[in-house]
């Protein structure tokens, strides 16, 4: 990557038209692995390189992104978006709903710079990686997809139809620089695995999921062992299988910690990135300072915890990742902030811009976003509860951020009667409002279950990592089929 005096050159180019000037350059390097129906189908090893200018005067950003990182290169690009042009990338004014919409910014001569003294910036964040990933060869990694996939059919041969095992890793070393003298340089390190099994007894058809990620290198399968991941995502497949239909109707609905926290990260969590509130597009904007959940209710965004697949030492504007407290006991206490939507707000950033790579602008993001644990113990919860749903593992969903309206699938659920976990159900979903939904949480577990995931946002995705303790929402609507037509089907 160029000199530090050399990116001074070229902020002041980019930036003579603008308020602020920014830019982003990254290298990294990645290896991924698929294998499916027993068969080794990619092993892709690859390097990726390049930078991103940002432009930002008034509520209009110019951005433009190059693979060509020399000073020339540079400096090209800086005249193009400091003029207004996109360059090789994208002209964006984020005020439009579909972040697409072209601006120009009238060009001026270039007059006497003025100098940027950069300060370098430290984290006191700790993402320590034992096992560098590109330290492991090629090899040892397929086998390592081979054991998840051989786990999985073994749990039952006859019955297992279909494993897909997909490993992934990548090294990515990032600099940032802007005109207000941030200079960030870093190395991030994610390593993830995942399983996904397809079940069938001629009749039926069902699947069955694990993963585990994290910021961190090879070790991560020393915990995470990968013929565990196999053998669970096999057997939940397999359980689903035997499971009769779930009923549907109003019922009381007890979310396990093993289920992770996709219903805090798709039903509250978007909603509390400040970009959505300020376009008026959630169900939160306006609302801080008030009660929008129960007083059990906290839900923080973390960036800082160790190894967790969502966490950074700084964010893509060069920010240190913080702590911060969205929801304290029910009340809403602050946004996810970027820079531009911290200054329309005029608050402090809270170190949530991020984004998918050079090729594209920061927005707010989640990191790593849970609801805190509570007083009771989990079984405590199943026991107070006399007849329910108890969800073990979430599936996919759809949430309008700008009502807060839901619907969840359930990949692993079990009846809850006289109290205890009964037999198995298939089919079920949740459905529901997000407020309303964390306004009735009436029990919150003193557990705490993480799960991982990529998320997608403005056609960039980000790792990100979401947990929450068990919970119980009373009078949920459950969608499976009415309890005269339940059979074990």
């Known amino acids: 990557m160029i000199a ?31 294998m499916d129906d027993g068969k080794i189908e990619r092993v892709i090893s690859g390097r990726d390189e390049g930078a991103g200018i940002r432009v930002v005067r008034g509520d209009n950003t110019v951005y433009g992104y190059t693979t060509d990182l020399t000073r020339e290169g540079l400096l090209g690009l800086a005249r193009r978006v400091g003029a207004g042009g996109a360059a090789e990338g994208v002209a964006e004014k984020p005020g439009s709903a579909g972040g697409k919409a072209r601006t120009e910014l009238k060009a001026a001569p270039e007059g006497t710079p003025v100098s940027i003294v950069f300060q370098k910036r430290e984290s006191p964040v700790q993402l320590p990686v034992e096992q560098r990933p590109d330290d492991v060869g ?78 961190q290198g090879f070790e991560l399968f020393e915990e995470k062992k990968a013929e565990e991941l196999g053998k669970q995502a096999a057997e939940r497949a397999l359980l689903m299988l035997k499971a009769r239909r779930a009923p549907a109707g109003r019922m009381d609905v007890v979310i396990s910690g093993e289920a992770g926290g996709t219903m805090i990260h798709e039903a509250c969590g978007h909603g509390l990135e400040a970009d959505l509130v300020q376009k ?94 509570g007083e009771h113990s989990p079984e405590e919860i199943i026991r107070e509860t006399e007849r329910g749903l108890f969800v073990r593992r979430m599936g996919g969903g759809q949430v309008n951020t700008t009502t807060g309206d839901f619907v969840f699938e359930v990949l692993e659920g079990f009846l809850i009667k006289d109290g205890k976990i009964d037999e198995p159900v298939r089919g079920a979903t949740l459905t529901g409002n997000g407020p309303q939904v964390l306004q009735k949480i009436d029990r919150v577990g003193s557990d705490l279950g993480f799960a991982i995931g990529t998320c997608g946002k403005e056609g960039q995705g980000v790792p990100v990592s979401d947990a929450q303790p068990t919970i119980r929402i009373p009078d949920l609507v459950v969608g499976g089929i009415l309890e005269d037509e339940v059979d074990n089907s």
């Open 4 to 34: 530090r005096e050399d990116l001074a050159d070229v902020l002041q180019i980019a930036g003579r038209n603008g308020e602020f000037a920014e830019v982003f350059m990254e290298r990294s390097a990645q290896a991924r692995i698929a």
């Open 138 to 215: 090629i090899d040892r990694k397929v086998a390592l997809v081979k054991d998840a996939e051989g786990a999985a059919r073994s749990v039952d041969e006859r019955l297992i139809r279909q494993v897909t095992v997909g490993y992934a890793d990548i090294i990515q070393q990032v600099t940032i620089a802007n005109s207000d003298g941030v200079f960030v340089e870093d190395e991030r390190v994610r390593t993830r695995l995942a399983v996904h099994v397809v079940a069938s007894d001629g009749k039926a058809l069902q699947t069955g999921y694990d993963s585990a990620g994290g910021t």
């Open 280 to 373: 008026n597009l959630s169900v939160y904007a306006g609302r801080k300072g008030e009660q929008v959940a129960s007083e059990l209710v906290t839900v923080i965004d973390d960036g800082t915890m160790p190894g967790k697949y969502g966490s950074f030492r700084f964010d893509d504007e060069g920010n240190m990742a913080l702590r911060n407290v969205l929801i304290e006991k029910g009340i809403l206490r602050n946004y996810m902030h970027d820079r531009i939507s911290s200054q329309r707000d005029g608050v402090s950033q809270t170190g949530n811009g991020r984004r998918e790579s050079f090729r594209f602008r920061p927005i707010p993001r989640m990191s790593t976003t849970y609801l805190a644990p």
